[in-house]
T-cell receptor, first 109, second 114 residues
Framework: GENVEQHPSTLSVQEGDSAVIKCTYSDSASNYFPWYKQELGKRPQLIID?????GEKKDQRIAVTLNKTAKHFSLHITETQPEDSAVYFCAARDDKIIFGKGTRLHILP | DAGVIQSPRHEVTEMGQEVTLRCKPISGHNSLFWYRQTMMRGLELLIY????????DSGMPEDRFSAKMPNASFSTLKIQPSEPRDSAVYFCASTQGHSNQPQHFGDGTRLSIL
């Protein structure tokens, strides 16, 4: 079955700098790659997703890249702000969705 | 759109008791997923349904866990008997149609087994 690895587990970034979170997946049949943000005590919320026919997608300060050959995808957050502090999960989906273990992002003042 | 609705939001009970968690998916969504989230193991998929039929229950920890979806607008996750190690946040999520659609999560049930 699908296996999703996510790195790093914790990331501290100075406010205004960029943050990058990387994930790899094992099942070449996976065709959908969402990213979720989870604030403390709240539910995971979709922030951006990418489908396998696209290599890159951007939404304001957030971008995601996908390399299907290497089976890895990344989340990029630019000009980080305090409200970006949260846990971020990547996921890969074919018939069912498998999540990475999460990255706890701290934005330092 | 009311979103995915879970109840209760919090549950505290003694070990050995039966626990029932409830979920109402978003209207029109035909896939429903149950997850368990802990610090140690992250977000684990327990079971998912497609058109009310269980498709994959390989994530269900053991026979003490069972899930049903009697109709398109309701699902339950039951633990009987409950144990302290079942303490976690349980999320329900739903999605519409094809596999490349986003999942929408409920607010979760925080379960504490004493």
């Amino acid at each position: 079955g699908e296996n999703v690895e996510q790195h790093p587990s914790t990331l501290s970034v100075q406010e205004g700098d960029s943050a990058v979170i990387k994930c790899t997946y094992s099942d070449s049949a996976s065709n959908y790659f969402p990213w979720y943000k989870q604030e403390l005590g709240k539910r995971p919320q979709l922030i951006i997703d990418i489908r396998s026919n696209v290599g890159e997608k951007k939404d304001q300060r957030i971008a995601v890249t996908l390399n299907k050959t290497a089976k890895h995808f990344s989340l990029h957050i630019t000009e980080t702000q305090p409200e970006d502090s949260a846990v971020y999960f990547c996921a890969a989906r074919d018939d069912k969705i498998i999540f990475g273990k999460g990255t706890r992002l701290h934005i330092l003042p | 759109d009311a979103g995915v609705i879970q109840s209760p939001r919090h549950e505290v009970t003694e070990m050995g008791q039966e626990v029932t968690l409830r979920c109402k998916p978003i209207s029109g969504h035909n896939s429903l997923f149950w997850y368990r989230q802990t610090m140690m193991r992250g977000l684990e998929l327990l079971i998912y349904f497609n058109n009310n039929v269980p498709i994959d229950d390989s994530g269900m920890p053991e026979d003490r866990f069972s899930a049903k979806m009697p109709n398109a607008s309701f699902s339950t996750l039951k633990i009987q008997p409950s144990e302290p190690r079942d303490s976690a946040v349980y999320f329900c999520a739903s999605t519409q149609g094809h596999s490349n659609q986003p999942q929408h999560f409920g607010d979760g049930t925080r379960l504490s087994i004493l």
